[in-house]
T-cell receptor, first 113, second 114 residues
Framework: AQSVTQLGSHVSVSEGALVLLRCNYS??????LFWYVQYPNQGLQLLLK??????LVKGINGFEAEFKKSETSFHLTKPSAHMSDAAEYFC???????????FGTGTRLQVTL | KAGVTQTPRYLIKTRGQQVTLSCSPI?????VSWYQQTPGQGLQFLFE???????NKGNFPGRFSGRQFSNSRSEMNVSTLELGDSALYLC?????????????FGPGTRLTVL
């Protein structure tokens, strides 16, 4: 079985500050890891994914994440937050040939002036 | 290329009724998955289809069913609706049945059960 834990259901940062959203996974097989963002009343948009190539993954809108097998982590970062980054962020895991995504509980990011 | 489309976007039903939701994947995508999103349970996997066959199913009662057509379009059906079925239902499509493939999500269908 696979699972994802997102620490912190709400994170608040000032505009221009570092964004760090935490994700830890559990998987008995090599995982594929994803970060999605959801804006109000919309579906999920892929930010980035890890599929066993480079451990540092760069995504859209200046986000990046580093896969650390020893720590079973895949934390999402952005050097400088923008007001438009306010949204809910989901970490997800899958593996093998299954498309089934197992999601974390999500982290709502608030960006203040 | 058009994204994943879902119809209808909003639905209001009463307990005991049934409902059918539709999903059109991105052109060329053959895998379609469905997810339920609620404030209490978060995002939960319902089922996935590939080449008109259900390949994987989540932990939902038999009232939840789905199918995929030869053009990869998919429908899900919920019979005998309960209040707890109120949720955002998201459809996602991917090119293949492969964990590494990106799943592209539609905007969802917001179902309210009264």
């Amino acid at each position: 079985a696979q699972s994802v834990t997102q620490l912190g259901s709400h994170v608040s940062v000032s505009e221009g500050a570092l964004v760090l959203l935490r994700c830890n996974y559990s998987s008995s097989v090599p995982p594929y890891l994803f970060w999605y963002v959801q804006y109000p009343n919309q579906g999920l948009q892929l930010l980035l994914k890890y599929t066993s190539a480079a451990t540092l993954v760069k995504g859209i809108n200046g986000f990046e994440a580093e896969f650390k097998k020893s720590e079973t982590s895949f934390h999402l970062t952005k050097p400088s937050a923008h007001m438009s980054d306010a949204a809910e962020y989901f970490c997800a895991v899958t593996s093998g040939t299954a498309s089934k995504l197992t999601f974390g509980t999500g982290t709502r990011l608030q960006v203040t002036l | 290329k058009a994204g994943v489309t879902q119809t209808p976007r909003y639905l209001i039903k009463t307990r005991g009724q049934q409902v059918t939701l539709s999903c059109s994947p991105i052109s060329g995508h053959r895998s379609v998955s469905w997810y339920q999103q609620t404030p209490g349970q978060g995002l939960q996997f319902l089922f996935e289809y590939f080449s008109e066959t259900q390949r994987n199913k989540g932990n939902f009662p038999g009232r939840f069913s789905g199918r995929q057509f030869s053009n990869s379009r998919s429908e899900m059906n919920v019979s005998t609706l309960e209040l707890g079925d109120s949720a955002l239902y998201l459809c996602a499509s991917s090119l293949r049945l492969a964990g590494a493939d990106t799943q592209y999500f539609g905007p969802g269908t917001r179902l309210t059960v009264l």
